[in-house]
T-cell receptor, first 117, second 109 residues
Framework: NAGVMQNPRHLVRRRGQEARLRCSPM?????VYWYRQLPEEGLKFMVY????????ESGMPKERFSAEFPKEGPSILRIQQVVRGDSAAYFC???????????????FGPGTRLLVL | DAKTTQPNSMESNEEEPVHLPCNHS???????IHWYRQLPSQGPEYVIH???SNVNNRMASLAIAEDRKSSTLILHRATLRDAAVYYC??????????FGQGTRLTINP
């Protein structure tokens, strides 16, 4: 059973360009989470999605950032008009369908390291 | 989200036990205690979790104080591959994980 897959692993963009980060959850998982880790800092939650629905986007910057998890295909984190401060590692995690009262483990991918020049 | 406090760093020797402490004095009755770790240049990895009773799995043990205001992650026999940042996280049923700064564990050969 393949783990969470993220691509690309490394992405270089110039200021003002768009960055698209992809995440394929583990087989059978319908919940996806995105986290960002700025250099020398801890991980910060960004957004939580289920298929075709955004459940919690409380950690998403108000502008330039968007996320989707379509019925078919990977989840996409999109950053428009990137700035140097967007340089970070972006991690995706997935978990199975939530069972009431159960704390589902999140399984993380290897991350995408975004560098904005 | 309830706050946890961990030492910034700890050091241990290979093949010796390691006890990683975590304080969570404001924990509520429904908060679970989760531990994740992040190896260098990798994504976080689930280690263990518990509510009130001590827990064991193939990776580690989790000892939870009787008043639940603190807990300790125990690696019984550390290897070089256990060198990582260890995060103690309280989960109240919310789906998101709230990471603190964690404890950077160094293992000496």
């Amino acid at each position: 059973n393949a783990g969470v897959m993220q691509n690309p692993r490394h992405l270089v963009r110039r200021r003002g360009q768009e960055a698209r980060l992809r995440c394929s959850p583990m087989k059978g998982h319908s919940h996806v989470y995105w986290y960002r880790q700025l250099p020398e800092e801890g991980l910060k939650f960004m957004v939580y999605l289920q298929k075709e629905n955004i459940i919690d986007e409380s950690g998403m910057p108000k502008e330039r950032f968007s996320a989707e998890f379509p019925k078919e295909g990977p989840s996409i984190l999109r950053i428009q008009q990137v700035v140097r401060g967007d340089s970070a590692a972006y991690f995706c995690a997935s978990s199975p369908k939530r069972t009431s009262g159960v704390q589902e483990t999140q399984y993380f991918g290897p991350g995408t390291r975004l560098l904005v020049l | 989200d309830a706050k946890t406090t961990q030492p910034n760093s700890m050091e241990s020797n290979e093949e010796e036990p390691v006890h990683l402490p975590c304080n969570h004095s404001t924990i509520s009755g429904t908060d679970y205690i989760h531990w994740y770790r992040q190896l260098p240049s990798q994504g976080p990895e689930y280690v263990i979790h518990g509510l009130t009773s001590n827990v064991n799995n193939r990776m580690a043990s989790l000892a939870i104080a009787e008043d639940r205001k603190s807990s300790t992650l125990i690696l019984h026999r550390a290897t070089l591959r256990d060198a990582a940042v260890y995060y103690c996280i309280l989960r109240d049923g919310a789906q998101k994980l709230v990471f603190g700064q964690g404890t950077r564990l160094t293992i000496n050969p």
